[in-house]
């Protein structure tokens, strides 16, 4: 292996800011998770518990682990830390409903004279709904995501330690605002419909699709700063294809899965609605009639529907066997 690479491996950034507020929001959070589990304590406790934790070490690893030593010299490990910042970090900390343990683990005094005029504050209040509704998360997601991958804007950043920093916390925050109408860890129920999760996680897949086609199928090396510094035989281009491969599979899997989980939920409340309102039916009729589209009431097209999507896998799958043979595209094909 090369000398560059093996120093990477060994080198830790380990900046004791980073360390400090990873460890200082640790506390305050398992603070107010205990404080919380003496007044009431929940079945999901210690998930969220572990899954907060979790977050937090997914966020030392993108920034202090060796895989920040490599963003400099291969793009695909670049890619890497930015999935772990946008994709996996932020739904793992909102999993934990960080939330009330964090306002219950600061000192209560500042709590309730320092942020307590502020929560109260329903312009903020609104502002702060407003931010987190899916149109405002998804375009702000949407249009960072974008702008640090331009070349002009990408090449700023590798070479400017404060834009990397400002690129890093952009993916970061960006992504706390895309997942948290997904996982809505924040008190009170959400007033978007549950529906809403299937398009929004969808077309942020396609997004990702796109992008990531873009850096396989592009043939044109897109960041230069790679080709003036390699460390190992892979060419700069074998770089690009592999980051562009990093961010089209596992990417896509984390938008996939969810959505596949909100379309069961969605799919499930329907069937209950629908068999409750048939037991409502029998024993009071109606008023009055009126015209109601159920799908519920229709299995012809449900059956009709369950074949095409058959036909669309085959189709998908005989394109990932006998398709055009480039890697990225087969192995997505497959999947």
Request: no cysteine.
């Amino acid at each position: 292996m090369d000398s560059v690479v093996n120093a990477a491996l060994a080198s830790w950034s380990l900046d004791w800011r980073v360390i400090a507020i990873l460890l200082a929001t640790a506390f305050i959070y398992l603070r107010g998770w205990v404080r919380g589990r003496r007044l009431i304590r929940g079945e999901r406790d210690y998930a969220r518990l572990g899954s907060f934790v979790a977050g937090l070490a997914v966020l030392f690893l993108a920034l202090e682990s060796p895989l920040d030593a490599f963003d400099s010299l291969f793009l695909s490990a670049h890619m890497a830390q930015h999935l772990l910042l946008m994709m996996v970090a932020p739904p793992l900390l909102l999993l934990g409903g960080p939330v009330l343990p964090l306002l219950r683990g600061l000192p209560k005094g500042f709590v309730k004279e320092g942020l307590g005029p502020f929560l109260a504050w329903p312009a903020l209040r609104r502002f702060a709904t407003l931010l987190v509704s899916p149109p405002v998360a998804w375009l702000a997601f949407a249009v960072s995501t974008i702008f640090w991958h331009l070349p002009k804007i990408y090449e700023l950043a590798l070479g400017s330690p404060a834009w990397h920093a400002t690129q890093h916390a952009s993916f970061f925050w960006t992504g706390i605002l895309f997942w948290w109408p997904v996982v809505q860890p924040g008190p009170g129920k959400s007033r978007w419909p549950e529906w809403i999760g299937i398009p929004y996680l969808l077309f942020a897949d396609v997004l990702n699709t796109a992008l990531s086609a873009f850096f396989v199928f592009s043939g044109i090396l897109l960041y230069p700063s790679y080709a003036a510094v390699r460390a190992s035989g892979m060419t700069a281009q074998d770089d690009q294809i592999l980051a562009g491969v990093i961010m089209w599979v596992p990417g896509s899997l984390i938008y996939i899965l969810p959505a596949i989980r909100f379309t069961m939920r969605v799919v499930s409340g329907s069937a209950r609605q629908h068999i409750g309102s048939e037991r409502i039916s029998r024993v009071r009729p109606p008023a009055r009639v009126r015209f109601q589209f159920d799908a519920a009431r229709l299995p012809g097209i449900r059956r009709y529907a369950q074949a095409i999507m058959l036909l669309i896998a085959l189709a998908v799958m005989a394109d990932g066997f006998i398709g055009p043979q480039v890697a990225a595209l087969n192995f997505a094909g497959l999947l």
